[in-house]
C-alpha cells in the first residue's frame, strides 16, 4: 500500500530549529511533486512549500521563506523540512504531500497543487 509517514515534530522554543521529514512506501519519490503543507487549529490549510521532480524547482510561501527549506532526496524516498527561526506563528500540524496533480511555472514561479497522497501529520508548537 502507498503511504507517507510524517516525523520530527516536537515543541521547541521560539528561535530554535527544527526537521521534519517524510518517508514514502509503495511510491517512487522520483516520479512527483512534493510538498507540505500546515494546520492550525481553526485556521485552514496552508500549502507552505513544495518542489519539482527533479528538485530544480520550488516554492514557498512568503510567511516562511528565509526560513524553511524544502530538500528531497529521491534514492531514500524522503522529503525533508528544515525549518530555521521558528516563531510561535509557526505551530501547526505539518503534512508531507505526494504526487501533485497540477504544476505551474509562470511569471510568479513554481508552484504546485493538487496532492493524491498525504501523511498523517506531525505536530510542531513553538513557544515564546
Known amino acids: 500500500a502507498q503511504k507517507l509517514m510524517d516525523s520530527g515534530g516536537d515543541s521547541v522554543q521560539a528561535g530554535w530549529s527544527l526537521r521534519l521529514t517524510c518517508k514514502a512506501s509503495?511510491?517512487?519519490?522520483?516520479?512527483?511533486?512534493l510538498a507540505w503543507f500546515r494546520q492550525a487549529p481553526g485556521k485552514a490549510r496552508e500549502g507552505i512549500s513544495c518542489?519539482?521532480?527533479?528538485?530544480?524547482?520550488?516554492y514557498y510561501a512568503d510567511s516562511v521563506k528565509g526560513r524553511f527549506t524544502i530538500l528531497r532526496d529521491n534514492a531514500k524516498n524522503t522529503l525533508n523540512l528544515r525549518m530555521n527561526s521558528l516563531k510561535p506563528e509557526d505551530t501547526a500540524m505539518y503534512f508531507c504531500?505526494?504526487?501533485?496533480?497540477?504544476?505551474?511555472?509562470?511569471?510568479?514561479?513554481?508552484?504546485?497543487?493538487?496532492?493524491?497522497?498525504w501523511g498523517q501529520g506531525t505536530q510542531v508548537t513553538v513557544s515564546s
Open positions: 504531500a505526494a504526487d501533485a496533480k497540477r504544476e505551474i511555472w509562470d511569471s510568479a514561479g513554481y508552484y504546485c497543487d493538487d496532492f493524491g497522497y
Open positions: 518542489i519539482s521532480r527533479s528538485g530544480g524547482s520550488t
Open positions: 509503495g511510491l517512487i519519490f522520483g516520479d512527483l511533486a
